[in-house]
């Protein structure tokens, strides 16, 4: 029993970098902006997350810098592609080349550093509860944060009104700019605010899971996030379960080694990828549906008519 709940807290603890992620790429999505930079955005917010905290002593910092550096990456990706016209394709795939390229810079001197771990907060009398108490509600805050952003944006999107705008932008641009919205200045906050998750979901990484830094420590979790969202059909709830289902695939790996069972550690290293892939080609078989899902301006450039 001991060993299933170490399990399932692990599932958690694996999934919690892709949930962020997924969930800023996933409001982002919905305002019609495709930003392939999220692998990029993540390994800047972890270098800047281990970086800060380290050197200040403050995770409360290092936290907030990661989410900072993480969004500043996004408002620059914003300018080119909302001001600049640029292709939103290349231009996310060239965030993603520059955020490694930066972050193993900056991380050159980090090296072989460690920071301690960030404390486990237990809820009180829920932890106490007989085996799902130590599995749901004996985690490190950001746990806790995730499940909570992932709550506060599904109502943001569906019982406000400017989540609401947000979904008219993403579905209609023409015409929620003829009836007065700012589509730009809609889609660089969804942008910025995409762009902070990731940055929370690298400093998950550097700070949490494994509170050290390495170069590529992010390890393709950016695209994995990428295909949460259109797995979820850009809903945030669904997002949080494709995370947990993804975060599972990749712990199964390191439990199979654990067990002596002999599979190549290659092959095991490959699994959660060739999952992304059979799930993106599972949802693309069924394209009606897909185009449905999405919002229909997905990746169009806006041009205002006056």
Known sequence: ??????????????????VFA???????????????????MMIMGAVAGFA????SGSYFAGIMGAALAGALAATVFGLLTQFLMSNQVATGLALTIFGLGVAALIGQGYSGET?????????????????????????????????????????????????LILKAVGDNHDAAHAIGYRVVMVRMAAIAFGGACA????AYLSIVQTPLWVENMTAGRGWIALAIVVFSAWRPARALMGAYLFGGVTLIQLHVQGLGIEIAAQYLSMLPY???ILVLTVISYD????????PACLGRSFYASS
């Open 115 to 163: 920071t301690p771990a960030l404390p486990v907060l237990p809820i009180p009398l829920l932890s106490d509860i007989p085996f799902i108490g130590p599995i749901l509600f004996v985690h490190d805050p950001l746990v806790y944060l995730s499940v909570v952003m992932v709550i506060g944006v599904t109502l943001f999107l569906n019982r406000t009104r400017a989540g």
């Open 274 to 276: 060739l999952v992304t």
């Open 52 to 55: 800060i905290t380290l050197d």
């Open 199 to 202: 940055g929370l979901g690298g």
């Open 22 to 40: 997924a969930l800023g790429e996933v409001v982002t999505e919905r305002s019609g902006v495709l930003n392939l930079g999220v692998e990029g």
């Open 287 to 294: 394209k009606a549906r897909a185009k449905l899902n999405a």
């Open 1 to 18: 029993m001991d060993l299933l709940q170490a399990i399932l807290q692990g599932v958690i603890v694996a999934s919690t970098p892709l």
